[in-house]
């Protein structure tokens, strides 16, 4: 199966707006200078994020990070031209 977003995917962000459990987000690494792009699992009432990922780390490995080190929700896969929707799965 595909990625929904590959390593060389241009994404479209959406910085203003909410996200909610099953959208795609770009976000800060907790520990890294790096950033994240994963689905949101859960976000518990102090504002901490659950991200998971199908195949990478994820929550499990790096824990929770805050809802303010995240950038922004994903809308739309530019490169493969895909309006990216909120999942409802189990991650």
Known sequence: MEPVIGDADVVLLDCEGRFEVGDIVVGRHPYKKTRIIKYVADIDTAGYVELRSPGGTDSRQFGRT???????RATINLTKRKILLRQNQAF
């Open 66 to 72: 805050h809802s303010n080190q995240i950038i922004g």
